[in-house]
């Protein structure tokens, strides 16, 4: 099994820039990796971002292209999200998720077996 564990979130202004990591570990083979996030009015885990660990192609909400860049470094064991000119409607907890299915189907919630704690993201207006 793989663990994740998220770390990088706090509170912060808006237009700033800020990133978060995710620390890998653990056996299990992994295809795809993944951001999600949840605010405090919604019920479920929004979509945000995914990597392919085969090919390291991405895939983003479509809201977020441009200011979100998902990435992970040569040793495959933190997956990073940077997130650029933060908005207060980018307040949520913020998730890695393993998925064994390819990035391009991964896009949503039920397409992850594996996940981290979460971390508190937090901009102020």
């Known amino acids: 099994q793989v663990q994740l564990a998220e770390s990088g979130g706090k509170l912060v202004q808006a237009g700033d820039s800020l990133t978060v990591a995710c620390a890998i570990s653990?056996?299990?083979?992994?295809?795809?990796m993944g951001w999600f996030r949840q605010a405090p009015e919604k019920g479920y885990r929004e979509f945000v971002a995914?990597?392919?660990?085969?090919?390291?192609?991405?895939y983003y909400l479509d809201s977020l292209k441009g200011r979100f860049t998902i990435s992970r470094n040569n040793a495959g064991n933190t997956l990073y999200l940077q997130m650029k000119n933060l908005k207060p409607d980018d307040t949520a907890v913020y998730y890695c998720?393993?998925?064994?299915?390819?990035?391009?189907?991964?896009?949503?919630?039920?397409?992850?077996?594996?996940w981290g704690q979460g971390t508190q993201v937090t901009v102020s207006s």
């Open positions: 995914a990597i392919s660990w085969v090919d390291d192609s991405t």
């Open positions: 653990g056996i299990g083979s992994i295809l795809t």
């Open positions: 998720a393993r998925s064994p299915f390819i990035a391009h189907v991964a896009l949503t919630q039920g397409h992850y077996v594996d």
